[in-house]
């Protein structure tokens, strides 16, 4: 049997991270949904945005790639 080197897929991990649930109802999750997709960001970056700008505390928000340089 041979040794085949299994291929990566999906994003680069972004490091060390807690996993949070956030339970919201429903017309806000679907405002919240609405405005990510408008700007081009994921569910998870954009709340990590929010709270990163009301506390402060930085994040690196991985940027997704320029539509050429997708698959």
Do not use: C, F, N
Not at 53 to 71: I, K, W
């Amino acid at each position: 049997m041979l040794d085949m080197e299994r291929k990566k897929t999906g994003r680069p991990s972004k490091g060390p991270r807690h996993a949070t649930m956030v339970k919201t109802p429903i017309p806000l999750h679907e405002a919240v949904v609405q405005r990510a997709r408008a700007l081009g960001m994921t569910l998870t970056d954009y709340y990590l945005w929010l709270a990163s700008e009301d506390t402060g505390v930085p994040t690196d928000v991985q940027e997704g790639l320029p539509l050429g340089m997708t698959a």
